[in-house]
C-alpha cells in the first residue's frame, strides 16, 4: 500500500489524501466536514491505519491532523482525545507526521494558545490503544 497526496479531479482540482493498492488502485480519503484538502503521510504496518492533515471544514479550513480507518473513515485526532478528555482546549493538533508500525503511537505538530500569546507551534506524542482504532 502506497499513501501520499494528489489532484482529485472529481473536486475542483483540490488535493486530498489517498491510498493505493495493487487490487483496488488509487482511492480517495477525502476530507473532513467539506474541507478543502488532505494529505497522507503515515501509514501503520498492516496498512490499516493512514494519518496526515487535513483542512475542516467547518473550522474556517484550519489544519487538523487525522487519523483514518476503512470502518471509521477519517477522525481528527483532536477531536478524538479532547472526546475523551485527554487534549485541553488550548490545543489545536495540526499535524500527523509519523505512526509506529503498530498504529497505535502518532507523532505530530500542534498549535498551543492561552489567548492571551500568539500561538506557540509544539511537537506532540499520543498513544491510542488498538482497540480504540476499530
Known amino acids: 500500500m502506497i499513501v501520499g ?28 466536514k467539506g474541507g478543502r484538502g488532505s494529505s497522507a503521510c503515515g501509514i501503520s504496518a498492516d496498512g490499516l491505519v493512514i494519518v496526515g492533515d487535513v483542512k475542516d471544514g467547518v473550522a474556517q479550513n484550519q489544519r487538523r491532523a487525522f487519523r483514518w ?10 477531536k478524538v482525545l479532547t ?31 492561552d489567548g492571551s500569546t500568539s500561538p506557540l507551534t509544539r511537537a506532540w506524542r499520543a498513544v491510542i490503544p488498538r482497540v480504540h482504532l476499530f
Open 5 to 32: 497526496q494528489a489532484k482529485d479531479g472529481a473536486e475542483q482540482g483540490q488535493r486530498r489524501a489517498f491510498r493505493w493498492t495493487s487490487e483496488k488502485g488509487m482511492e480517495s480519503l477525502g476530507t473532513l
Open 69 to 78: 480507518t476503512a470502518e471509521k473513515g477519517m477522525q481528527s485526532v483532536e
Open 83 to 113: 472526546d475523551k478528555g485527554l487534549l485541553p482546549l488550548q490545543w489545536r493538533l495540526t499535524r500527523v507526521y509519523a505512526i509506529t508500525p503498530s498504529g497505535t503511537v502518532l507523532i505530530g505538530e500542534a498549535a498551543y494558545t
